[in-house]
Nanobody, 112 residues
Framework: VQLQASGGGLVQAGGSLRLSCAAS?????MGWYRQAPGKQRELVAT???????NYADSVKGRFTISRDNAKNTVYLQMGSLKPEDTAVYFC??????????WGQGTHVTVSS
């Protein structure tokens, strides 16, 4: 499985960004995780092929995950961004209960 993420960048607090991640094949569950400097990687959101979603409490109401199954692509629309959202965002592909693949990571920096 290969994952190609894009869409990170620098944005002011309150702004928006959209991340995209294209997979090389069909993936049952795709998602986004993030890792801030000095912190562990944490879940942001996941979405199953049927559209079931799961969000971290810290992003509920601000971020929206979606996917285009025809394109094997997952999106993360991020709004009302806060400085604490600054992190490297990783696209994930879960093909089994304990089997994950990771994208290369894309930097998101939110300035105050």
């Amino acid at each position: 499985v290969q994952l190609q993420a894009s869409g990170g960048g620098l944005v002011q607090a309150g702004g928006s960004l959209r991340l995209s991640c294209a997979a090389s094949t069909i993936i049952p569950v795709m998602g986004w995780y993030r890792q801030a400097p000095g912190k562990q990687r944490e879940l942001v959101a996941t979405i199953a092929s049927r559209g079931n979603t799961n969000y971290a409490d810290s992003v509920k109401g601000r971020f929206t995950i979606s996917r285009d199954n025809a394109k094997n692509t997952v999106y993360l629309q991020m709004g009302s961004l806060k400085p604490e959202d600054t992190a490297v965002y990783f696209c994930s592909a879960q093909t089994g209960p304990l089997t994950y693949y990771w994208g290369q990571g894309t930097h998101v920096t939110v300035s105050s």
